[in-house]
């Protein structure tokens, strides 16, 4: 099993930032990719941005304004938020697909962690 445990959300005005933060922990495992989707009231639950190998993917509507980074010593991912705007409120999720000895490969999420973006 692998355990996510996202931080770093909250308030913030229009344009300002905010650093995401996602813990990935378990006994053992092996991340092949770590992503961030988010979840707007009354929408459904949309991808943001992942990054695997050195490479990142992201949503159109963040490109330039957000920035994925992982630490791999941490097993941590980051997502920085430039720019904000206030569409971009949502409950931001971190999610991976990661190995185990026991259940292979397979998705995990986090709990969740509250953006709003608000004047």
């Known amino acids: 099993q692998v355990q996510l445990v996202e931080s770093g959300g909250g308030l913030v005005q229009p344009g300002g930032s905010l650093r995401l933060s996602c813990a990935a922990s378990?006994?053992?495992?092996?991340?092949?990719?770590m992503a961030w989707y988010r979840q707007a009231p009354g929408k459904q639950r949309e991808f943001v941005a992942d990054?695997?190998?050195?490479?990142?993917n992201y949503a159109g509507s963040v490109k330039g304004r957000f920035t994925i980074s992982r630490d791999i010593a941490k097993n941590t991912a980051y997502l920085q938020m430039n720019s904000l705007k206030p569409d971009d409120t949502a409950v931001y999720y971190c999610n991976t697909n990661a190995y185990t000895p026991t259940t292979g490969s397979r998705d995990y999420w986090g709990q969740g962690t509250q953006v709003t973006v608000s004047s």
């Open positions: 378990g006994s053992f495992f092996i991340v092949n990719i």
């Open positions: 990054i695997t190998g050195g490479k990142t």
